[in-house]
């Protein structure tokens, strides 16, 4: 009876020492698996402020084209008040021309500033974005290398416990038995 206990223990030891073991891989697994998950989620985090940088510049651009259609029209509706007035030519026709030059190219740098300002808070929050992801990563990654450690050292508990069992088995039988 004392070989098939012990034979038993190391049996159960052997496998409990397999389970830690296994345990510990699977969790670095997922670990793995979340970490790509994020690194993932950091790309497509930077790609997203690319298109919403973008599309910041594109809608400056179309602000800028329509502002200047609109000064255009304002500029031409002027020379024709003045030539209608009798004043084309006149310092104040100048002034007016000047001033009206002057708002439309603050406007321009209002709306250039804007998309500019707006395309790099999309592009830092981007990227700040990003570099939380890749740190929980790298988080991720070495929480899995723990548990692949854990793993082992739960196999190695299992195993030198399963051996002291068999080990105190084999000293009871052997004070047991006549000699």
Same mark, same amino acid.
């Not at 179309?62 to 030539?83: F, N, P």
């Not at 000293?171 to 000699?179: I, T």
């Given at each position: 009876?004392?070989?098939? &206990?012990?034979?038993?223990? &190391? =049996?159960? @030891?052997?496998?409990? &020492?397999?389970?830690?073991?296994?345990?510990?891989?699977?969790?670095?697994?997922?670990?793995?698996?979340?970490?790509?998950?994020?690194?993932?989620?950091?790309?497509?985090?930077?790609?997203?402020?690319?298109?919403?940088?973008?599309? =910041?510049?594109?809608?400056?651009?179309?602000?800028?084209?329509?502002?200047?259609?609109?000064?255009?029209?304002?500029?031409?509706?002027?020379?024709?008040?003045?030539?209608?007035?009798?004043? @084309?030519?006149?310092?104040?026709?100048?002034?007016? =021309?000047?001033?009206?030059?002057?708002?439309?190219?603050?406007?321009?740098?209002?709306?250039?500033?804007?998309?500019?300002?707006?395309?790099? @808070?999309?592009?830092?929050?981007? &990227?700040?974005?990003?570099?939380?992801?890749?740190?929980?990563?790298?988080?991720?990654?070495? =929480?899995?290398?723990? @548990?692949?450690?854990?793993?082992?050292?739960?196999?190695f508990n299992s195993l030198l416990g399963g051996a002291g069992q068999v080990a105190n088995t084999w000293?009871?039988?052997?004070?047991?038995?006549?000699?």
């Open positions: 009876m004392g070989a098939a &206990a012990m034979g038993v223990q &190391a =049996a159960g @030891a052997g496998l409990s &020492a397999y389970g830690s073991y296994q345990q510990g891989l699977a969790q670095q697994n997922y670990y793995r698996y979340v970490a790509g998950n994020a690194r993932t989620a950091a790309g497509m985090a930077l790609q997203e402020g690319d298109r919403e940088s973008g599309a =910041a510049q594109d809608e400056g651009l179309l602000k800028s084209k329509a502002l200047d259609r609109s000064v255009k029209q304002t500029e031409g509706a002027q020379a024709a008040a003045e030539g209608a007035n009798g004043i @084309a030519g006149s310092v104040t026709a100048a002034d007016i =021309a000047t001033d009206t030059a002057q708002k439309a190219n603050l406007d321009q740098m209002l709306i250039r500033y804007n998309a500019n300002r707006t395309s790099w @808070a999309a592009k830092n929050n981007a &990227a700040m974005k990003a570099w939380q992801l890749n740190n929980e990563a790298a988080q991720d990654e070495v =929480a899995g290398e723990a @548990a692949k450690q854990s793993g082992k050292l739960g196999a000293y009871r039988n052997k004070q047991a038995s006549p000699s």
